[in-house]
Protein backbone atom coordinates (compact mmCIF):
# COMPACT_ATOMS: atom_id res chain seq x y z
CA UNK A 1 0.00 0.00 0.00
CA UNK A 2 2.82 2.68 1.16
CA UNK A 3 4.24 1.92 -2.66
CA UNK A 4 1.26 2.77 -3.82
CA UNK A 5 0.39 6.08 -1.96
CA UNK A 6 3.62 7.41 -3.15
CA UNK A 7 3.50 6.65 -6.82
CA UNK A 8 -0.30 7.77 -7.20
CA UNK A 9 0.25 11.25 -8.99
CA UNK A 10 2.73 9.95 -10.95
CA UNK A 11 0.94 6.45 -12.60
CA UNK A 12 -2.10 8.61 -12.71
CA UNK A 13 -0.20 10.68 -15.01
CA UNK A 14 1.19 7.77 -17.21
CA UNK A 15 -1.91 6.19 -17.50
CA UNK A 16 -3.95 8.53 -19.10
CA UNK A 17 -1.43 8.26 -21.98
CA UNK A 18 -0.56 4.63 -21.49
CA UNK A 19 -0.76 3.33 -25.74
CA UNK A 20 -0.63 -0.36 -24.89
CA UNK A 21 -3.26 -0.03 -22.33
CA UNK A 22 -5.89 2.16 -24.35
CA UNK A 23 -5.32 -0.15 -27.61
CA UNK A 24 -4.85 -3.56 -26.47
CA UNK A 25 -6.41 -3.86 -22.36
CA UNK A 26 -8.98 -1.25 -21.71
CA UNK A 27 -11.13 -2.40 -25.07
CA UNK A 28 -10.99 -6.05 -24.70
CA UNK A 29 -12.61 -5.87 -20.72
CA UNK A 30 -15.36 -3.19 -21.79
CA UNK A 31 -16.33 -5.64 -25.11
CA UNK A 32 -16.78 -8.37 -22.72
CA UNK A 33 -18.87 -6.32 -20.24
CA UNK A 34 -20.50 -5.28 -22.82
CA UNK A 35 -24.13 -3.22 -22.39
CA UNK A 36 -23.45 -1.64 -18.82
CA UNK A 37 -25.91 1.41 -18.51
CA UNK A 38 -27.55 1.42 -15.73
CA UNK A 39 -26.09 -1.56 -14.37
CA UNK A 40 -23.94 -1.56 -10.96
CA UNK A 41 -20.67 -2.36 -11.47
CA UNK A 42 -17.83 -2.67 -8.89
CA UNK A 43 -14.01 -1.74 -9.79
CA UNK A 44 -12.04 -3.50 -7.34
CA UNK A 45 -8.53 -1.96 -6.95
CA UNK A 46 -9.62 1.13 -9.20
CA UNK A 47 -6.21 3.05 -8.28
CA UNK A 48 -6.96 6.58 -9.51
CA UNK A 49 -10.35 6.03 -10.96
CA UNK A 50 -9.27 6.22 -14.85
CA UNK A 51 -11.11 2.85 -15.82
CA UNK A 52 -13.93 3.99 -13.33
CA UNK A 53 -14.49 7.05 -15.23
CA UNK A 54 -14.56 5.35 -18.80
CA UNK A 55 -17.31 2.68 -17.10
CA UNK A 56 -19.16 5.82 -16.06
CA UNK A 57 -19.36 7.38 -19.10
CA UNK A 58 -20.57 4.54 -20.80
CA UNK A 59 -23.86 5.04 -18.16
CA UNK A 60 -22.88 2.72 -15.39
CA UNK A 61 -23.69 3.05 -11.77
CA UNK A 62 -19.84 3.21 -10.30
CA UNK A 63 -18.24 2.25 -7.11
CA UNK A 64 -14.69 2.06 -7.33
CA UNK A 65 -12.23 1.04 -4.36
CA UNK A 66 -8.70 0.70 -3.54
CA UNK A 67 -6.30 0.27 -0.57
CA UNK A 68 -4.49 2.82 -1.73
CA UNK A 69 -5.89 6.22 0.43
CA UNK A 70 -3.84 8.45 -2.10
CA UNK A 71 -5.15 6.65 -5.49
CA UNK A 72 -8.58 7.23 -3.83
CA UNK A 73 -8.11 10.90 -3.31
CA UNK A 74 -6.77 11.37 -6.76
CA UNK A 75 -9.66 9.83 -7.96
CA UNK A 76 -11.72 12.06 -5.95
CA UNK A 77 -10.39 14.67 -7.24
CA UNK A 78 -11.35 13.87 -10.40
CA UNK A 79 -14.48 12.92 -10.03
CA UNK A 80 -17.03 13.07 -11.27
CA UNK A 81 -19.69 12.84 -8.06
CA UNK A 82 -21.36 10.16 -9.52
CA UNK A 83 -18.59 7.31 -8.30
CA UNK A 84 -18.92 6.26 -4.96
CA UNK A 85 -14.99 5.50 -3.70
CA UNK A 86 -13.88 4.01 -0.96
CA UNK A 87 -10.60 3.33 0.49
CA UNK A 88 -10.21 -0.19 2.04
CA UNK A 89 -6.79 -0.35 3.58
CA UNK A 90 -7.65 -4.18 4.72
CA UNK A 91 -8.98 -5.01 0.82
CA UNK A 92 -12.62 -6.09 2.45
CA UNK A 93 -15.87 -5.66 1.35
CA UNK A 94 -17.85 -6.14 4.25
CA UNK A 95 -19.32 -2.20 4.02
CA UNK A 96 -21.14 -3.33 0.92
CA UNK A 97 -24.34 -5.33 0.26
CA UNK A 98 -24.19 -9.39 -0.90
CA UNK A 99 -25.66 -9.59 -4.27
CA UNK A 100 -25.49 -5.74 -5.32
CA UNK A 101 -23.11 -5.71 -8.17
CA UNK A 102 -24.03 -6.94 -11.90
CA UNK A 103 -20.28 -6.74 -12.88
CA UNK A 104 -17.20 -6.49 -10.72
CA UNK A 105 -13.73 -5.49 -12.65
CA UNK A 106 -10.36 -5.68 -11.33
CA UNK A 107 -7.45 -4.57 -13.69
CA UNK A 108 -3.67 -5.21 -12.31
CA UNK A 109 -4.77 -6.07 -8.62
CA UNK A 110 -4.85 -10.27 -8.47
CA UNK A 111 -1.43 -10.20 -9.20
CA UNK A 112 0.18 -8.03 -6.23
CA UNK A 113 -1.34 -10.48 -3.96
CA UNK A 114 1.30 -12.78 -2.84
CA UNK A 115 -0.65 -15.61 -1.48
CA UNK A 116 -3.15 -18.09 -2.84
CA UNK A 117 -4.94 -17.68 0.81
CA UNK A 118 -5.00 -13.78 0.52
CA UNK A 119 -6.40 -14.18 -3.38
CA UNK A 120 -9.36 -16.77 -2.11
CA UNK A 121 -10.32 -14.26 0.27
CA UNK A 122 -10.62 -11.75 -1.95
CA UNK A 123 -12.56 -14.20 -4.94
CA UNK A 124 -14.56 -15.14 -1.67
CA UNK A 125 -16.18 -11.31 -1.21
CA UNK A 126 -16.33 -10.65 -4.65
CA UNK A 127 -18.71 -13.61 -5.40
CA UNK A 128 -20.52 -12.43 -1.87
CA UNK A 129 -21.02 -8.94 -3.07
CA UNK A 130 -22.24 -10.05 -7.08
CA UNK A 131 -25.52 -10.84 -8.52
CA UNK A 132 -26.02 -14.25 -9.09
CA UNK A 133 -25.70 -14.55 -12.98
CA UNK A 134 -22.85 -11.13 -12.37
CA UNK A 135 -19.40 -11.46 -14.28
CA UNK A 136 -16.09 -10.96 -12.56
CA UNK A 137 -13.72 -9.68 -15.33
CA UNK A 138 -10.31 -9.23 -14.15
CA UNK A 139 -7.05 -8.23 -16.52
CA UNK A 140 -3.22 -9.10 -15.74
CA UNK A 141 -0.14 -8.52 -17.85
CA UNK A 142 0.55 -11.89 -19.79
CA UNK A 143 3.93 -13.42 -17.75
CA UNK A 144 2.71 -16.60 -19.61
CA UNK A 145 3.60 -15.62 -22.82
CA UNK A 146 5.13 -12.13 -22.54
CA UNK A 147 8.02 -12.97 -20.37
CA UNK A 148 11.26 -10.34 -20.93
CA UNK A 149 9.30 -8.92 -23.75
CA UNK A 150 8.65 -5.41 -24.20
CA UNK A 151 6.09 -2.90 -25.23
CA UNK A 152 5.58 0.76 -25.73
CA UNK A 153 4.17 1.51 -22.53
CA UNK A 154 5.79 -1.08 -20.09
CA UNK A 155 7.94 -4.12 -20.48
CA UNK A 156 8.58 -7.50 -17.94
CA UNK A 157 11.81 -8.09 -16.89
CA UNK A 158 12.79 -11.49 -17.44
CA UNK A 159 12.21 -13.86 -14.94
CA UNK A 160 14.49 -17.36 -15.30
CA UNK A 161 11.87 -19.43 -13.98
CA UNK A 162 8.16 -18.28 -13.95
CA UNK A 163 6.58 -20.08 -10.03
CA UNK A 164 3.67 -19.63 -8.54
CA UNK A 165 3.85 -16.88 -6.10
CA UNK A 166 7.49 -15.86 -7.10
CA UNK A 167 8.31 -12.23 -7.44
CA UNK A 168 8.00 -10.34 -10.36
CA UNK A 169 8.59 -7.59 -11.88
CA UNK A 170 7.06 -5.15 -14.55
CA UNK A 171 8.47 -1.73 -15.68
CA UNK A 172 5.76 1.08 -16.69
CA UNK A 173 7.48 3.63 -18.59
CA UNK A 174 6.24 6.81 -17.09
CA UNK A 175 8.39 9.67 -16.18
CA UNK A 176 10.80 8.68 -13.71
CA UNK A 177 9.91 5.00 -14.48
CA UNK A 178 7.94 3.35 -11.73
CA UNK A 179 9.17 -0.55 -11.04
CA UNK A 180 6.25 -2.77 -10.05
CA UNK A 181 6.99 -5.85 -7.97
CA UNK A 182 4.44 -8.22 -8.24
CA UNK A 183 3.66 -12.48 -7.69
CA UNK A 184 3.62 -15.14 -10.82
CA UNK A 185 0.46 -16.63 -10.87
CA UNK A 186 -0.49 -18.88 -13.42
CA UNK A 187 -3.58 -18.90 -15.70
CA UNK A 188 -4.32 -22.25 -14.18
CA UNK A 189 -3.72 -20.88 -10.60
CA UNK A 190 -5.96 -18.52 -11.14
CA UNK A 191 -8.78 -20.63 -12.63
CA UNK A 192 -8.57 -22.84 -9.36
CA UNK A 193 -8.76 -20.59 -7.41
CA UNK A 194 -12.23 -19.03 -8.66
CA UNK A 195 -13.41 -22.32 -9.43
CA UNK A 196 -12.67 -22.73 -5.76
CA UNK A 197 -14.73 -19.50 -4.50
CA UNK A 198 -17.62 -20.71 -6.89
CA UNK A 199 -17.10 -19.24 -10.11
CA UNK A 200 -17.46 -20.73 -13.35
CA UNK A 201 -14.91 -19.70 -16.11
CA UNK A 202 -16.33 -18.15 -19.12
CA UNK A 203 -13.97 -16.47 -21.35
CA UNK A 204 -9.81 -16.05 -21.66
CA UNK A 205 -8.76 -13.02 -24.27
CA UNK A 206 -5.47 -12.30 -25.21
CA UNK A 207 -4.75 -9.76 -27.86
CA UNK A 208 -2.09 -8.47 -30.51
CA UNK A 209 -1.70 -5.67 -31.86
CA UNK A 210 -2.43 -5.56 -35.88
CA UNK A 211 -2.86 -2.16 -36.73
CA UNK A 212 0.61 -0.36 -38.21
CA UNK A 213 -0.50 3.30 -37.11
CA UNK A 214 1.48 3.31 -33.75
CA UNK A 215 5.03 1.77 -33.36
CA UNK A 216 4.07 -1.18 -31.42
CA UNK A 217 7.21 -3.33 -30.35
CA UNK A 218 6.38 -6.49 -28.68
CA UNK A 219 2.82 -5.63 -28.94
CA UNK A 220 3.03 -7.73 -32.57
CA UNK A 221 3.88 -11.04 -31.38
CA UNK A 222 3.23 -11.37 -28.01
CA UNK A 223 0.24 -11.10 -26.06
CA UNK A 224 0.95 -7.94 -23.44
CA UNK A 225 -2.37 -8.84 -21.34
CA UNK A 226 -5.30 -11.30 -20.91
CA UNK A 227 -8.67 -11.01 -19.29
CA UNK A 228 -10.54 -13.62 -17.50
CA UNK A 229 -14.02 -13.29 -17.09
CA UNK A 230 -15.94 -15.77 -14.78
CA UNK A 231 -19.35 -15.92 -13.59
CA UNK A 232 -21.41 -16.19 -10.59
Known amino acids: MDNYNAIADNYDEFEQHAITLWR ?45 ENMIGVAKKKGPDTIAYHTIPSGGLDFLADNKFDFVVSNFVLCTVPSRKDISLILDQVYCVMKKGGLFLFMNSNWDKSNGKEF ?10 LLSGHPITAVIKSDPPILLHDYFWSKEDYFSMLSKSGFKI ?8 KSMDVGWLDEKDFPPYYVV ?4
Open 152 to 161: ISFKLDYCKE
Open 202 to 209: VDLKEVLA
Open 24 to 68: LGYPVVTDLLGEIAGKQVLDYGCGTGTFSRLLESKGAHVTGVDVS
Open 229 to 232: SAEK
